[in-house]
């Protein structure tokens, strides 16, 4: 192989890639990828802070922590509770009649 036909990073773009993220499949190179995790620094950076195991869609607006779809509950058409500060009692759900 080629210096050429090497791939870099798909994150820096400079360095060779020596890996592949198991979330999203970017080719990464060594800086760009936490091993222990198996998850590119993009992916990482952006996985749900509640279960950490699946990339995050919103954020709670309780406790700011970012969650992905099976920790956040969806309470307004743009907000979001986690299922957490529910239990706790931080929000109560309304139950709406129509």
């Given amino acids: 192989m080629t210096a050429k036909d090497k791939k870099l990073c798909e994150i820096c773009g400079l360095k060779p890639a020596e890996y592949v993220c198991r979330v999203c499949g970017r080719r ?3 800086d760009d990828y936490d091993v222990e995790k ?15 195991r ?10 700011g922590r970012i969650g992905c779809e099976d920790c ?3 309470v307004t058409p743009v907000s979001y ?6 239990r706790r009692g931080f929000y109560r759900l309304e139950l709406r009649r129509r």
């Fill in 38 to 52: 198996g998850v590119c620094s993009v992916c990482r950076d952006t996985m749900c802070e509640i279960c950490g």
């Fill in 28 to 30: 990464v190179c060594r």
């Fill in 81 to 86: 509770v986690c299922k957490e500060c529910i």
């Fill in 72 to 74: 956040l509950i969806q």
């Fill in 54 to 63: 699946y990339p995050a869609i919103s954020y709670c607006m309780v406790c």
